[in-house]
């Protein structure tokens, strides 16, 4: 309970850096890629594999360096990826020292880690609606919370045993009830003109928080480890608390984007 | 000898595609993805791998429906990527039947097999330079042929030896000069006000085209195989014979998007 508190306590920092937005809200999405890679290579070599760090870093760092010095220009970010891919192949040139395995986990982190945490940044230099990037985080965490509290209390039936034996058809209603109700709440209060679409990413990011919840256990099963990390008391590492809100801030972003 | 004759056969109905262009250029490179994605997944099963087939396929057919709908925008193209990343992860969930490289490998396919060559489509729904497709194939085949003959004319200090034990440097000399003068013959006749993009494109093409051709080596040596395929007789599979074409071709996209 203790170490809840203190981990509880180290989300207020994450609400100022919110608040803040624009460049503040930008590092937090760097530092949020360079810890969740670390952590995301770090499981694959429990697995006997050695992704390229240093290729990952400094894909996480040109993509950021891309972001400051031209934002949101999706052609370059294009042009990322081409390279970050083509880099990693790269990295077997040293036919004899490297397994396919390293070249590939290390495209995966980029990709998976660096890439999606990215939205964030999108988010940040939207600029009309910077404003979304709370509704990433309420969507995300209101989903944990709710999932939490509603398959402690009226969870029986599980939701999928094999991957990730605690979690009911209770939760996963719950869960997403509870990120619809506070995702219109914020609507409502906040920006009243948007409170269908608060609604309804309420719904989807529910959805796409928990599919990330899942994907993470099933990276995580695989790799043999618990958790991706010990960074934050009683809640693992960067990936395990930012699991779904890398999976919800693209979702967000996209629908802002199309729909919004 | 023959088969070499015959190989050279079947580029001719490339030529013609290219030729008309259009549709019939993004057709091809659909082809390629399909066929390519194929061949590099199988190799895969030979390192006792089951990349998800299904997934890189829908993957690879919704990026061309997005691109005939839309053609050339990005914005659908990263939510493509996103959830093409995610779709492979999301094959984890069976996870009992299922290995973490088996939802790696099928996310790396769709980014280097079907994101790499979906540049061809690009350049062909470039509104004014997607005459730029041919400069592609020039630097490619020109970098090929002019190292095979110039390896093996001048041919002795090895290249690389432990990643692909024939080249030479004076190959990889020769490919390069023989796609600056190719690429510099076609600016020349063609499209004379861009000839000194064409000198250019065909050095970085040259320097491309044989990386692309060594990341192919090292993936087909970690996968214990000589080919990736019996498609074309005498030249392997799609992905033997397009290596360089797919790294070369978003080389020429960026370069043709930001500096001409």
Redesign the interface.
């Known amino acids: 309970m203790k170490t809840r508190v203190l981990a509880g306590l180290c989300m207020v920092p994450l609400l100022v850096i919110v608040y803040l937005g624009g460049y503040w809200l930008i590092g937090a999405a760097f530092l949020i890629g360079l810890i969740g890679l670390k952590e995301f290579y770090e499981g694959f070599k429990n697995?006997g594999f050695k992704p390229a760090f240093i290729v990952g870093y400094l894909s996480l760092f040109v993509l950021y360096v891309i972001q400051l010095w031209a934002p949101n220009n999706?052609?370059l970010?294009?042009?990322w990826?081409?390279l970050s891919?083509?880099a990693s192949?790269?990295y077997?040139?040293k036919?004899?020292d490297r397994?396919?395995?390293d070249?590939?986990?290390t495209?995966?982190g980029i990709?998976?880690v660096v890439?999606?945490s990215f939205?964030i940044a999108l988010i940040a230099d939207s600029p009309d609606l910077s404003i979304m990037i709370w509704i990433v985080l309420i969507a995300s965490f209101a989903t944990d919370i709710f999932a939490y509290f509603s398959g402690y209390l009226f969870g029986n039936k599980k939701l999928?045993p094999?991957?990730s034996p605690k979690k009911t058809w209770a939760g996963a209603i719950g869960g997403t009830l509870g990120s619809i109700i506070c995702c219109g709440a914020f609507g409502y209060f906040v920006m009243p003109d948007m409170l269908v679409h608060c609604l309804v990413i309420g719904l989807v990011g529910a959805i796409f928080a928990q599919?990330g919840d899942?994907?993470a256990s099933?990276?995580k099963?695989?790799?043999g480890i618990k958790d991706y990390g010990k960074l934050i008391p009683g809640h693992g590492g960067i990936m395990d608390r930012f699991d779904s809100v890398i999976?919800v801030a693209?979702v967000v972003y996209?629908y802002m984007?199309?729909v919004m």
Chains 1, 2 share one sequence.
Do not use: D
Request: aromatic share 20%; hydrophobic share 65%; glycine share 2%.
């Open positions: 697995m999706f052609t970010i294009l042009l990826m081409f891919v083509m192949g790269l077997l040139f036919i004899e397994k396919l395995e070249a590939v986990t495209a995966i990709m998976y890439f999606f939205h999928c094999n991957l599919l899942l994907t099933a990276f099963r695989k790799m999976m693209p996209y984007t199309f």
